[in-house]
């Protein structure tokens, strides 16, 4: 079971960036997708949670009406679209899986991407 997450980079402020989480090795229908970030010497914190169907998302209100989830079922994929970016924003972002619904709490996931670094210069 792998989880692929790539499209990081550098932005300017109030640029925008997609990051991309791939998923293979198994079908991960019944698995809810989190995206994670990490900014240095900081404590890894909630982006954004899907459910696999995509009928359920939830956001950190520090990206609420900046990030936007989704996922493409026929691609395994699961991507966050990120406007408005800020020097804030900077961090390596990681996608996650768990069984059932998505969580808060990034202890209660199975499975982990490697991260992709982001960085919003200002």
């Known amino acids: 079971v792998q989880l692929q997450a790539s499209g990081g980079g550098l932005v300017q402020a109030g640029g925008s960036l997609r990051v991309s989480c791939a998923v293979s090795g198994r079908t991960f229908s019944g698995y809810a997708m989190g995206w994670f970030r990490q900014p240095p010497g900081k404590e890894r914190e909630f982006v954004a949670g899907?459910?696999?169907?995509?009928?359920?998302?939830a956001y950190a209100d520090s990206v609420k009406g900046r990030f936007t989830i989704s996922r493409d079922a026929a691609k395994n994929t699961v991507y966050l679209q990120m406007n408005s970016l800020q020097p804030e924003d900077t961090a390596v972002y990681y996608c996650?899986?768990?069984?059932?619904?998505?969580?808060?709490?990034?202890?209660?996931?199975?499975?982990w991407g490697q991260g992709t670094q982001v960085t919003v210069s200002s």
């Open positions: 899907i459910t696999w169907s995509g009928g359920s998302t």
């Open positions: 996650a899986a768990r069984r059932g619904f998505y969580s808060v709490n990034h202890y209660s996931y199975d499975y």
